[in-house]
C-alpha cells in the first residue's frame, strides 16, 4: 500500500498525483494546496478518474510514503532563471517545513530552486537527511536524449549538476566523440529547453510529472538514478544538494561516486557546485 500526498497541487503537483492514481502507483492520496476551491476542484477531479481514497486533511500527510512538495512559483517568459524563484519560494518552503513537522515518509523536492530547497529541506527543516531528494536529474536526462536523438545519436543522456544553468550533460560516456564546441551548442540549447513549452502553454506538466512518478518507482525498486542530494564530500562537493546518481531508498541514499567524469565535465560540475553553495548558504 503506497500512500502518496502533494503539498502545492498545481500543474505539477496535480498531474504528478493524477498519474500516481490512475497508473496504480498510489493507493491513496492526500492533497493539500493553499487555495482551498481550486484544491477541492483538483481532488473532484482525480476521484471522477479514479476510485481511490483521497484526503485534503493535512494531518493525514504525517504518515504519508511520499510527498511531493511542488507549492510555489514557477517560471514564465519574464522569469529566466529557476534560481530567480529563490526569494519568492524560500518563505514557502519555509512553512511547508513547519506544516510537515512529524512527517515520517519521503520528502520528493520539486519547486524551484530544487536544489537549494533539497538542501534546506535536508539540512534545516527538521526531516532527517535521508527523507529527502531532490527530482530534476531524470527529466534533464531525458530533454538531453531527446538533444541526442535529434542529432542522429540513439543513446541515452544522463544530466549531473544543477537542475538549471549549471547543468552538466555527460557526453564522455556516449559511443560517439562530441567536440567541445558542440557539446557548448547542446548545452545551450538544453538550458532553454523547458522555455517553449512555458511559454506555448504556461508551464511543463506531462514530463515533470511523468518522471516524478516514475522516480518513487525506481525507489521502491532500489535502482539508480540522477537526483538531487546533498553531497557530502562525493566529487569533492560540499556545501549543497546537487544532482548525482544514487540509489535511493525511502529512508536514505547512496551516492554513486564511481562514475568516471572528463575534464570538461569536472569543471561543469565544479562551476555547478560553487553556484548552488552559494545559495545554499542563504536558507
Ligand atoms: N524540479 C523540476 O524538475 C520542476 C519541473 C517543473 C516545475 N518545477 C517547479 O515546481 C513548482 C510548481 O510549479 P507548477 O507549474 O506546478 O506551478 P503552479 O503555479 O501550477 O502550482 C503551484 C501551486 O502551489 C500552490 N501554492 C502556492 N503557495 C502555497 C503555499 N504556501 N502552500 C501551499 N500551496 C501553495 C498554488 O496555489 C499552486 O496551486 C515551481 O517552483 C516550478 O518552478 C520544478
Known amino acids: 500500500m503506497v500512500k502518496v500526498a502533494a503539498f502545492g497541487m498545481g500543474r505539477i503537483g496535480g498531474e504528478a498525483a493524477y498519474i500516481s492514481a490512475v497508473n496504480g502507483f498510489a493507493d491513496e492520496l492526500v492533497l493539500y494546496d493553499i487555495m482551498p476551491e ?10 471522477h478518474a479514479k476510485d481511490i481514497p483521497v484526503s485534503t486533511r493535512i494531518e493525514d ?15 514564465s517568459p519574464n522569469v529566466k532563471t529557476r534560481a530567480d524563484l ?25 519547486t524551484n530552486p530544487m536544489d537549494v530547497f533539497t538542501w534546506y529541506f535536508a539540512k534545516h527543516s527538521g526531516l532527517d537527511e535521508g527523507q529527502v531528494v531532490g527530482f530534476g536529474g531524470l527529466l534533464d536526462s ?25 547543468q552538466v550533460p555527460i557526453f564522455s560516456k556516449l559511443s560517439v566523440d562530441v567536440p567541445e564546441a558542440v557539446r557548448e551548442e547542446v548545452l545551450l540549447g538544453l538550458r532553454g529547453s523547458s522555455m517553449p513549452v512555458i511559454k506555448g502553454k504556461g508551464g511543463t506538466v506531462f514530463g515533470p510529472a511523468y518522471h516524478i512518478v516514475s522516480m518513487m518507482q525506481k525507489i521502491e525498486k532500489g535502482e539508480e538514478f540522477i537526483c538531487s542530494l ?11 544538494s546537487i544532482g548525482l546518481p544514487a540509489k535511493v531508498t525511502r529512508d536514505g541514499a547512496k551516492i554513486n561516486e564511481n562514475l568516471k567524469l572528463d575534464d570538461w565535465e569536472s569543471a561543469k560540475l565544479n562551476a555547478a557546485a560553487e553556484f548552488l553553495s552559494g545559495l545554499c548558504r542563504r536558507v
Not at 529563490?86 to 520539486?110: M, T, W, Y
Not at 531525458?142 to 540513439?154: D, Y
Open 230 to 240: 546533498p553531497a557530502n564530500g562525493a566529487y569533492g562537493i560540499e556545501g549543497c
Open 86 to 110: 529563490f526569494d519568492k519560494n524560500l518563505p514557502i518552503a519555509r512553512e511547508a517545513a513547519e506544516l510537515l513537522k512529524g512527517f515520517s515518509g519521503k520528502l520528493i523536492v520539486i
Open 61 to 75: 500527510m504525517k504518515d504519508a510514503d511520499y510527498c511531493i512538495f511542488s507549492a510555489g512559483y514557477s517560471r
Open 38 to 47: 481550486f484544491l477541492h476542484a483538483q481532488k473532484l477531479d482525480i476521484m
Open 142 to 166: 531525458r530533454r538531453f536524449t531527446v538533444a541526442l536523438n535529434s542529432m542522429g545519436i540513439q543513446e541515452e543522456g544522463m544530466v549531473l549538476g544543477e537542475h538549471g544553468e549549471n
